[in-house]
Structures are given as C-alpha cells and as structure tokens.
Nanobody, 110 residues
Framework: VQLQASGGGLVQAGGSLRLSCAASGTAFSIRFMAWYRQDPGKQRELVASITSGGSTNYADSVKGRFTVSRDNAKNTVYLQMNGLKPEDTAVYYC?????WGQGTLVTVSS
C-alpha cells in the first residue's frame, strides 16, 4: 500500500485545517490508520488513530480539537484540526502499518 498525505499549510492560531491521507492498494477498510506528527528535534508522537470499526483514540493535547475519520469507499483517512495552536506546528504523517506517508507540514502562526 502507498499513502499520500495532503492538506497542510500555514494557518493562524485558532484556525482550522483538514488533512487527508489517500491509500492505494487493497484492504484499506480493514486497516488500522493513524496520524503522527514530528517537530524538528523531537520524537514523532501519535496524534490520533482510528480502527477499521471506527473506534478512535487521541493524544491528550488534541482531544476536543482534532477529529479523525475515514471514508472506506474513498480509501481515505482525514484529520480535521480545529482551534489550532502554535504548538501544533509540525510535519504530520499518516500511518497504516507498516507504511508511512510522506508527511505534510502544518505551520500555525501566533
């Protein structure tokens, strides 16, 4: 499978962005999918995940602001990010084990 992430960009604090991760290949609907992020000099951290059944999990730092969802018909997983903060600035990666997407940069200005 290949993963193609998109939707990053520059946004002011308090703004919103929606990231998309399109998967090629088969069996997307049964895949566990996740979003990670990495700031330079820091470890990659889990932001949100979603199981094949739609169960979700979030990092404490994004709970109530970010929403992960999936559209199995489109082989795509989304990350809706609202109430963005400067500390959300990072490269965001989608992950469908064992494959990583290429990353998309999110920059939040204060």
């Amino acid at each position: 499978v290949q993963l193609q992430a998109s939707g990053g960009g520059l946004v002011q604090a308090g703004g919103s962005l929606r990231l998309s991760c399109a998967a090629s290949g088969t069996a997307f609907s049964i895949r566990f999918m996740a979003w990670y992020r990495q700031d330079p000099g820091k470890q990659r951290e889990l932001v949100a995940s979603i199981t094949s059944g739609g169960s979700t999990n979030y990092a404490d730092s994004v709970k109530g602001r970010f929403t992960v969802s999936r559209d199995n018909a489109k082989n795509t997983v989304y990350l809706q990010m609202n109430g963005l903060k400067p500390e959300d600035t990072a490269v965001y990666y989608c992950y469908g084990p064992p494959t990583w997407g290429q990353g998309t940069l999110v920059t939040v200005s204060s």
